[in-house]
């Protein structure tokens, strides 16, 4: 049995969103040291601001400058770092109603150890030092003994160089350990082989392994080696170019029934015209020097086959 798998993994999507006049007034404004609120249909102010009335759903975009001191409604110790922090832990998160306004902003609190938080405390904000016009312009809260100010002014949301939009990157990273089954399938990969496994009750060769049927709830631990050859049972053709792949668009990417397996792999085709791709095609994998997968399928020139021999993996 081959040794089980565990490799890092960083799961990262750098996500780009344009802004309506409401977000970019709020971002385009903490840049400036000035806090939008945003005022709804019955009255009150939503720090941050939001483009609709979360009553009535109808569009808003009254902008009210509120302050930037507050007071703490409720707070969270916390022992763990967080990434791009500039706080040494442990810190606190704490939501924030910034006078003026009638909601909470959630935001870090510089303090020296719980015993110096409590609800109801006096905050204010620590701008940072070099502001873009990102949420990350509060560089944190601090203490701030201050009377509450006065209620929020109109503006008018217009500042000079608006900020438009924001890359908002949203990025995991964890030990990812394949399991029994897919280690094995890894291992046999490497060695330029495919195996699957078998239900003991349906008697369906699974490909990747899962180590159990998802059918019939029972393990699998009956190997069987499929392929190489296998059949097009489906595909999409790729125009958008996918960042740090080295491949030209259009490219086709297809669900794959290898000889021998009840359930479609997918894969890349290669040396066809992207048009010319369909379903039931018969493909083979092509294997780089060092790889440990086929880099893609191209096909077997065999007579394409019949619709009723993989039109149940569909």
């Known amino acids: 049995m081959p040794e089980v798998l565990r490799a890092p993994l960083v799961v990262e999507f750098p996500f780009t969103r344009s802004l309506g006049p409401v977000q970019s007034a709020f971002l385009t404004g903490l840049r400036e040291r000035t806090v939008l609120g945003v005022r709804t249909g019955d009255g009150k ?3 941050p601001p939001v483009e609709y009335d979360p009553v009535t759903a109808d569009e808003i975009r009254d902008l009210v400058e509120v302050g930037v001191t507050g007071t703490v409604t409720t707070w969270a110790w916390n022992q763990h770092p967080r990434r791009h922090q500039p706080l040494a832990t442990p810190f606190a998160w704490a939501l924030v109603r910034l006078d003026g306004a009638d909601s909470s902003l959630l935001h870090v609190l510089d303090t020296p150890g719980p015993d110096a938080v409590r609800t109801g405390m006096r905050v204010r904000i620590r701008w940072a030092a070099e502001r873009t016009g990102a949420i990350t312009d509060i560089a944190c809260f601090e203490p701030y003994e201050s009377e509450p100010a006065g209620p929020g002014t109109a503006h008018t949301g217009d ?13 995991l990273d964890y030990t990812y350990s394949p399991g029994r089954a897919q280690s094995t399938h890894l291992a046999a990969l490497a060695q330029r082989r495919t195996v699957g496994e078998r239900c003991p009750s349906c008697r369906k060769v699974y490909v990747p392994p899962r180590g159990a049927c998802p059918t019939c709830g ?3 631990d009956e190997r069987v080696e499929v392929g190489p050859r296998g059949t097009v049972t489906t595909y999409c053709i790729v ?26 792999l997918h894969g890349r085709i290669g040396g066809i015209p992207y048009d010319q791709v369909r ?16 880099d893609h399928y191209r096909p077997t020139g065999e007579p394409d086959a019949d619709y009723d021999t993989y039109k149940e993996l569909l």
């Open 45 to 47: 102010i939503l720090v």
């Open 159 to 171: 500042f000079p160089q608006p900020v438009t939009g924001i890359v908002a990157p949203a990025r």
């Open 218 to 220: 029972v393990a699998t």
């Open 239 to 264: 125009n958008i170019k996918a960042r740090g792949l080295d491949i030209e668009v259009p490219y086709v990417y297809a669900h794959i029934a290898l000889d021998g397996a009840d359930l479609a």
């Open 279 to 294: 379903m039931g095609l018969r493909v083979e994998p092509v294997w780089t020097e060092g790889a440990r997968h086929p």
